[in-house]
């Protein structure tokens, strides 16, 4: 399609997308023949404008006289018109000082680096951090309510993972201490999957000198959840920022459905296969991820790997179709490279 335009339509179908991106509103031939410089008339400029409009790069609102950038356009836009600007080095400081691991643990990283890409791309920033199979420091169990209890569990990495397990009884206070001890006991800087073997006998055995409800707890608060197929966990930071582009009741409920979606696990696999697909960042304009098919939402992200190779996570942000791509490009593939220093350290 780009080798079908020539230079006038390339350059207005270009004002036309960057105007979009910066105010969100329909651009007219007017404004265009002020403000782009090629002595053309309005009249000109709206001709060809529905050319662009006929091959499906625009579309005009029944609102106004303007036009706007259909998905197509953006796509086109993106792979070959589009200017990719650099970080300056307040930037590339700025992420550096996000990603500063001294004092931190490593859920504390990625959810400051979370924070830190979605004020840098004025959209919702995500981290998908992989789950650890290291030795686990410390489990720490926590009463809720009568009947969930959350289980906190401290990595040697310093990595944090919070899980909830619900229990059909109230646990007494006494029995929370005593499962956490006899747990933090046995770990030793063992993985948990290797610590399960050992207790798992102790407590079949009777050697384990716990009462019954000790036990059980101990079981279930060590078990892997074998239903649980996601190695990994998505932190988002900046959803309030999803609602900055809301125009009409649609467009809330839009909003809402792509928060909902965030907040369940099986958009974890989705969000690291859209990241499979190849090395460095990959745009999604609007229906082009099917997470997002009925959302018109966009979504840029970027894989960190493994010192194997492997993908083991990814960042992005997500937003409207007119997100500003071409200072988010840089900004994830920077911090993507930063993420994979920390991880493999």
């Known amino acids: 399609m780009l080798r079908e335009l020539n230079e006038r339509s390339e ?3 270009r004002y036309i997308v960057d105007a979009y991106m ?4 329909p651009v007219g031939s007017r404004i265009i023949s002020e403000k782009l410089g090629l002595n053309l008339s309005p009249a000109t400029i709206r001709n060809v404008m529905a050319e662009l409009e006929g091959a499906g790069l625009l579309s005009s609102p029944h609102t106004s006289a303007g036009r706007l950038p259909t998905q197509a356009g953006m796509r086109l836009y993106v792979d070959g018109l589009m200017q990719i600007g650099d970080l300056s080095e307040e930037e590339r400081a700025q992420i550096k000082a996000h990603c500063q691991t001294s004092g931190q643990s490593m859920t504390q990283v990625m959810e400051s680096a979370t924070s830190m890409l979605s004020g840098l791309s004025s959209a919702a920033g995500l981290v998908i951090a992989p789950k650890t199979n ?10 809720l309510d009568p009947h969930r209890i959350l289980i906190v569990m401290v990595m040697q990495d310093g990595l944090v993972e ?7 009884q109230p646990v007494p206070p006494h029995a929370l201490i005593m499962a956490s001890n006899y747990i933090n006991d046995r770990l030793a800087g063992r993985t948990l999957k290797d610590a399960q073997v050992t207790i798992a006998d102790e407590i079949a055995s009777r050697r384990a000198q716990i009462d019954e409800i000790t036990a059980d707890l101990v079981q279930k608060g060590i078990a892997l959840d074998p239903n649980d197929k996601v190695d990994s ?3 988002v930071r900046g959803q309030s920022r999803l609602l900055d582009d809301v125009k009409a009741i649609e467009d809330l409920e839009r909003a809402r459905k792509l928060r909902s979606a965030l907040e369940d696990q099986q958009t974890i696999s989705k969000l690291l296969n859209a990241a499979q697909g190849a ?3 990959q745009i999604f304009i609007g229906t082009e991820n ?3 098919e009925h959302s018109g939402w966009s979504m840029v992200i970027s894989p960190y790997k493994s010192q194997e190779s492997q993908i083991i996570g990814a960042i992005g942000v997500i937003g409207p179709v007119r997100l500003n791509y071409s200072r988010i490009i840089p900004l994830l593939d920077y911090t ?3 993420m994979e220093r920390i991880i493999n350290t």
């Not at 290291?134 to 009463?143: A, G, M």
């Not at 919070?162 to 059909?168: H, I, K, L, Q, T």
Request: charged share 20%; net charge positive.
């Open 134 to 143: 290291k030795p686990v420091k410390q489990i720490q169990f926590i009463q």
């Open 11 to 13: 350059s207005i179908l």
């Open 162 to 168: 919070n899980r909830v397990m619900e229990v059909a």
């Open 233 to 235: 966990h998505i932190i």
């Open 336 to 338: 993507s490279k930063i």
């Open 290 to 292: 099917r997470m997002f």
């Open 279 to 281: 090395d460095g960042v």
């Open 22 to 25: 910066a105010t969100g509103e």
